[in-house]
């Protein structure tokens, strides 16, 4: 896997939070429950190995 500089990842970074903000508040909070939703998946299958 390619690991980006932190230049390109600090970029990509503002990115997504200036992504986010223009969001309205219903769909940031459904964004919030579905990466919520990820990590408990994911907490999940790593406790169930």
């Keep these: ?3 980006p500089s932190d230049a390109t990842r600090e970029t ?3 990115m ?5 903000k223009r969001l309205s508040p219903e ?3 459904a964004m ?3 990466a919520r939703e990820r ?3 994911r907490e999940l299958a790593a ?3």
Excluded: K
Aim: aromatic share 4%; hydrophobic share 50%.
């Design 1 to 3: 896997m390619n690991v």
């Design 39 to 41: 990590v408990r998946r």
């Design 12 to 14: 990509l970074i503002a």
């Design 27 to 29: 769909d940031q909070m």
């Design 32 to 34: 919030m429950r579905e």
């Design 16 to 20: 997504l939070v200036d992504l986010y």
């Design 47 to 49: 406790s169930s190995e």
